[in-house]
């Protein structure tokens, strides 16, 4: 009778020994994804050094860069920085493009004086343009979070944290779902201004061809995904399923 009640447990899923098995499974599943995503980013970015470090050094993107770093007139590119983000354009461009023309500490520093002019314009634009706003998201597969009442402060925090949506949606959406000023244009600012330092990084290096802050934009990014993987992992099914 033990043995049939052991093998019924078994049959059942319910052996401890099993659940056991299929969960290390899935978190050796997990990890490899992740071990996966890190050399794929490893890759994918020692390419792009490789086209453009011998790019800058034998001239060929010179006309390009020194367009960016000296002829370009700072007031159309904070301009730029400004509106063409605000309307879907990857934010990230013009962090890099930032890091050659200003250099880190003035790239930082507009980075910190863009980022809640943006997420004041997403706070103010998605109540005056709520369902055209909301159309468009919807038509590009993205819909309107539903932010549980008690847990508002941390669910802003992990949405914005936790990458996958675009920026300038991340900026949208939250307003749309009637989630407070400060935490869409506050905690937004704080939460999301870390992220952007690395790509800042990146583009400096690659104008002043300095292979240490490239491998430092490259660690903070590696550390960024790692971190964010794991908040997400720890805290984002529980409040969302909450």
């Known amino acids: 009778?033990?043995?049939?009640?052991?093998?019924?447990?078994?049959?059942?899923?319910?052996?401890?020994?099993?659940?056991?098995?299929?969960?290390?499974?899935?978190v050796a599943g997990r990890a490899r994804f992740a071990v996966l995503f890190i050399l794929l980013l490893f890759l994918v970015i020692a390419l792009f050094a490789a086209g453009v470090y011998p790019g800058i050094e034998y001239?060929?993107?010179?006309?390009?860069?020194?367009?960016?770093?000296?002829?370009?007139?700072?007031?159309?590119?904070?301009?730029?920085?400004i509106t063409l983000p605000a309307a879907g354009f990857p934010i990230s461009v013009?962090?890099?493009?930032?890091?050659i023309k200003f250099g880190i500490p003035f790239a930082v520093l507009l980075w910190l004086l863009v980022?809640?002019?943006?997420?004041?314009?997403?706070?103010?634009?998605?109540?005056?343009?709520?369902?055209?706003?909301?159309?468009?998201?919807e038509k590009r597969g993205y819909h309107v979070p539903s932010v549980p009442e008690h847990s508002t402060a941390i669910f802003s925090f992990l949405f914005y944290a936790i990458p996958g949506l675009p920026y300038a949606l991340k900026n949208y959406l939250l307003p749309l779902a009637g989630v407070p000023?400060?935490?869409?244009?506050?905690?937004?600012s704080i939460v999301q201004a870390p992220q952007g330092i690395p790509f800042?990084?990146?583009?400096?290096?690659?104008?002043?061809?300095?292979?240490?802050?490239?491998?430092?934009?490259?660690?903070?990014?590696?550390?960024?995904?790692?971190?964010?993987?794991?908040?997400?992992?720890?805290?984002?099914?529980?409040?969302?399923?909450?």
């Open 1 to 26: 009778m033990k043995d049939c009640r052991n093998q019924k447990s078994i049959v059942e899923g319910t052996d401890p020994f099993l659940d056991r098995y299929n969960s290390f499974n899935w």
């Open 59 to 81: 001239n060929i993107l010179q006309n390009e860069f020194s367009y960016i770093q000296q002829s370009m007139s700072p007031v159309l590119f904070i301009a730029l920085m």
């Open 94 to 99: 013009f962090l890099v493009m930032s890091g």
């Open 115 to 137: 980022l809640p002019v943006h997420a004041m314009l997403g706070y103010y634009l998605s109540g005056k343009l709520r369902k055209t706003i909301k159309r468009i998201s």
């Open 181 to 188: 000023f400060s935490y869409c244009v506050f905690m937004n």
């Open 200 to 242: 800042i990084i990146l583009g400096n290096s690659v104008i002043e061809l300095d292979p240490r802050m490239f491998f430092i934009a490259l660690i903070m990014f590696t550390m960024l995904y790692i971190g964010l993987r794991w908040l997400k992992k720890k805290y984002w099914n529980t409040i969302h399923g909450s």
